[in-house]
């Protein structure tokens, strides 16, 4: 086995803290880099001195994906440790560091949100919030990690794609130590988030929910003693934990049929969200597109569902109903 240390970091999201893994590799390796927050910072440092390190000895950072609760210190570690090397999937830092990228996410974003079938002001708000999120100050990706390399620094450990919890999400498989670290791709009893990344410019968006199926098909091929996951514990039965979040998808699928089951006629997807989750879905709108949009992807991939547009806004219906 690895030796492998879990760091758990403070952060202000339901989903509670996010874990930084310490790897014993040729190379000390630091797998993700927690919110950026006082707590954190101080957790992270504190958890090192626990293992008698400091951030001068880590050599490089693995990102498994770009969310802000994974790469939130890399500024702050690199200022105490210029020379530490950063690893991650080819578009990890094209989405946390492009302007215009950036500028375009709220653009595509706007558009999105109106054609769910939010108002103009709740699609500008969350547009906005979209574009502008933490970013990469001065950091940057030195080196990048496709489908299939060894890790330089952690040679037993190979690169997996897991596209769908986000659009450069990656996990590390050791088939050697029968070890796996899988970033927010699978998360012990919390059911799968799907969130989506603007498509780069001249691209279609991707349908995270039928990535992330794939994703984790994948995944139960392998043979893994240990599961190093980005929240919660640490897995040590990785099938029973694919077959979790299976389930759960299928939940929300049924959830979701019930409720167009109800309508009557053609319903947006924004009338999907105020009735599954009235009274709940306010603070955290945009969560709550990502689930229904991506699982309505998969119904309409499955020929259960049709969609149109009546006015700039996708209406869909169930097939045979
Ligand atoms: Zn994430």
């Known amino acids: 086995m690895q030796r492998i240390e879990r760091v758990e970091l403070t952060t202000n999201f339901p989903i509670g803290p996010v874990n930084s893994y310490i790897v014993y590799g040729d190379k000390l390796t630091l797998i993700d880099a927690g919110l950026k927050n006082k707590q954190g910072w101080y957790e992270l440092n504190n958890g090192l001195h626990r293992l008698g390190l400091n951030l001068s000895d880590l050599e490089q950072i693995v990102l498994t994906h770009h969310h802000n609760d994974h790469t939130g210190l890399v500024d702050w570690i690199l200022e105490k440790n ?4 950063i690893l991650a999937h080819k578009d990890t830092e094209f989405t946390l560091k492009d302007e215009g990228y950036l500028e375009w996410s709220s653009e595509f974003f706007y558009k999105l949100f109106l054609e769910f079938g939010l ?4 699609a500008a708000h969350w547009a906005f919030r979209k574009g502008h999120r933490d970013y990469f100050q001065t950091a940057k990706v030195d080196a990048v990690l496709k489908e299939g390399d060894f890790v330089p620094g952690l040679p037993s450990f190979q690169v997996i794609e897991t596209l769908g919890h986000s659009q450069d999400h990656i996990s590390l498989y050791s088939a050697d130590k029968q070890q796996f670290i899988c970033g927010d791709h699978i998360i012990k009893g919390v059911h799968a988030g799907m969130f989506l990344d603007a498509p780069k410019q001249g691209s279609e968006r991707a349908k995270p929910l039928l990535q992330y199926l794939d994703s984790l098909e994948k995944c139960r091929k392998l043979s893994a003693k240990l599961t190093y996951s980005g929240h919660g514990p640490i897995i040590d039965n990785l099938n029973e934990a694919i077959d979790a979040h299976i389930n759960n998808i299928e939940k929300r699928t049924g959830r979701v049929i019930n409720t167009m089951k109800k309508a009557e006629g053609a319903v947006t997807g924004f009338e999907i969200i105020q009735d599954m989750y009235r009274g709940r879905y306010e603070k955290a709108v945009i969560t709550f597109v990502f689930e229904i949009l991506s699982v309505l992807d998969l119904l309409k991939e499955q020929n ?7 006015n700039g806004v996708d209406h869909y219906r ?4």
């Open 82 to 85: 210029p020379s530490i090397k």
């Open 119 to 122: 108002t103009k002001d709740m």
């Open 318 to 321: 169930l097939v045979n109903e």
């Open 304 to 310: 259960l569902v049709v969609g149109e547009k009546i």
